[in-house]
């Protein structure tokens, strides 16, 4: 193995019809009203986990819930998961705050999101 360890799986993202609907359920679930609480995206943060309700699956037109992996370097782990297979289905981008996120998808096509802070 080449590249760094991952922190573990702290982020979870959920696509959502109906984004008032879904806050009302999460908010009931987790027990905290959300952090973060905008037309085009809430999150929550609860227990070290960050769980996040995207509108119509958001411009990365998600379809399904997506882990994200934390990660200390996006690009070597981008790189050892592609050496070993995966496909880059979204490349690191910056998503505020210093924040770089990336999709690939594993050779049975399920998504699998890396995430790192700077």
Known sequence: ???SSPQGI???LHPVTDLAAAKA???ALLGVPPQADESYYVGFEV???HIGLVPGGGPQG???PVAYWH???IE???AEVTAAGATVKEPAHEVGGGRLVA????PDGNVLGLLQDR
């Open 62 to 64: 998600m379809t399904a």
């Open 76 to 78: 070597a782990k981008l």
């Open 10 to 12: 702290k982020t979870v």
């Open 47 to 49: 227990a070290g986990q």
């Open 103 to 106: 999709t690939v998808t594993d």
């Open 25 to 27: 359920v999460y908010t």
């Open 1 to 3: 193995m080449t590249g």
């Open 71 to 73: 990660v200390p370097d």
